[in-house]
Nanobody, 122 residues
Framework: QVQLVESGGGLVQAGGSLRLSCAAP????????MGWFRQGPGKEREFVSY????????VLADSVKGRFTISRDNAQSTVYLQMNNLKPEDTAVYYC???????????????WGQGTQVTVSS
C-alpha cells in the first residue's frame, strides 16, 4: 500500500519561506512521477508542481513560477517543495501526489497524501 507522508507546513508571514517534504518509503519510489496539489479555502484542488521520476523534468503552475521549486531525492524516497516569497493566496492544504500525468491542460494523480496546512498571513 502506498504511503505518502507530508510535513513542513505551518504559519508564515507574507514574503516568508517554507519547505514541504513528502516521504514515500518503498523500493519503487524512483519510478514514480511525483508532485504537489493544493486546495485553498472554498476552492477546488489545483495542480501546483510536477517532477519526473529522474528529477530531470519539472513543471510549475503559472501562479507559483519563480517562487516555488520542486525537487526529489530518490535515495531518501522524498520529494520537496521549496516555497519562497509566499503570499496570502498561497494559503491552502498542500497534498503530495504520485503518478502524475497531464491530459490536455489538466493534471491527474493516482494517489494523494493526507495533506499539510500552509497558512500565509498578510
Amino acid at each position: 500500500q502506498v504511503q505518502l507522508v507530508e510535513s513542513g507546513g505551518g504559519l508564515v508571514q507574507a514574503g516568508g519561506s517554507l519547505r514541504l517534504s513528502c516521504a514515500a518509503p518503498g523500493r519503487t519510489f524512483s519510478t514514480w512521477t511525483m508532485g504537489w496539489f493544493r486546495q485553498g479555502p472554498g476552492k477546488e484542488r489545483e495542480f501546483v508542481s510536477y517532477i519526473s521520476w529522474s528529477g530531470g523534468s519539472t513543471v510549475l503552475a503559472d501562479s507559483v513560477k519563480g517562487r516555488f521549486t520542486i525537487s526529489r531525492d530518490n535515495a531518501q524516497s522524498t520529494v520537496y517543495l521549496q516555497m519562497n516569497n509566499l503570499k496570502p493566496e498561497d494559503t491552502a492544504v498542500y497534498y503530495c501526489a504520485k503518478g502524475l500525468r497531464r491530459e490536455g491542460s489538466s493534471w491527474y494523480a493516482d494517489y494523494w497524501g493526507q495533506g499539510t496546512q500552509v497558512t500565509v498571513s498578510s
